[in-house]
């Protein structure tokens, strides 16, 4: 099993739509989760924590289940600009490496 | 806003020559990191440092890596000799303290001929 998984997509939508992403992790020790957002040919930057409580930062809402080791991105009102892969992201503890999905590929079209 | 800056963006050898890639983390981080990127896959981590010295590595760091902070600033991944397979983008990341974000920089493009 994969350590990080997600739907690669691609999600098409179209401007305004709401898109929501999904992500499963297999190591139940993970104590951070992020998303990261990658343009094309570009380094990840991120997005936003994800904390047990769910949060939200303007048009993102993230939510994390750890019971389902589950994690979830959802983007309401989608801009042009909001076109990248996003990237489930987890990590054990303290200084250890960050563990990537492969990414869920968007699209907003006008 | 401070940043990991990374040189060169762009380097193409010729397999079994040796390449030196380079960063700059962000001043005040204390933790580095080395990621890697294949064309169409997800980021895979190679190696982590701390304190002048390695403190986890992946399989995929076989002998053929190094990794080095030479005089305080610069963090350095060297490629002994290339293979086919070693191209893809390399990432270098700081984060200034365990727990904290990590910051990535804007990779170092390696085509191996």
Redesign the interface.
């Known amino acids: 099993r994969k350590e990080v998984e997600q739907d690669p997509g691609p999600f098409n939508v179209p401007e305004g739509a709401t898109v929501a992403f999904n992500c499963t992790y297999s190591n139940s020790a993970s104590q951070?989760f992020f998303w990261y957002r990658q343009d094309c040919?570009?380094?990840?930057?991120?997005l936003m924590?994800v904390y047990s409580s769910g949060n939200e930062d303007g048009r993102f809402t993230a939510q994390l289940n750890r019971a389902s080791q589950y994690i979830s991105l959802l983007i309401r009102d989608s801009k042009l600009s909001d076109s990248a892969t996003y990237?489930c992201v987890v990590n054990k503890?303290?200084?250890?490496?960050?563990?990537?999905?492969?990414?869920t590929r968007l699209s907003v079209i006008a | 806003e401070p940043e990991v800056t990374q040189t060169p963006s762009h380097q193409v050898t010729q397999m079994g020559q040796e390449v030196i890639l380079r960063c700059v983390p962000i001043s005040n981080h204390l933790y580095f990191y080395w990621y890697r990127q294949i064309l169409g896959q997800k980021v895979e981590f190679l190696v982590s440092f701390y304190n002048n010295e390695i403190s986890e590595k992946s399989e995929i760091f076989d002998d053929q890596f190094s990794v080095e902070r030479p005089d305080g600033s610069n963090f350095t991944l060297k490629i002994r000799s290339t293979k086919l397979e070693d191209s893809a983008m390399y990432f270098c990341a700081s984060r200034v303290g365990a727990g904290k974000t990590q910051y990535f920089g804007p990779g170092t493009r390696l085509l191996v001929l």
């Open positions: 951070s040919r570009k380094e990840p930057k991120l924590s990237l503890a303290g200084n250890t490496p960050l563990v990537f999905g492969k990414g």
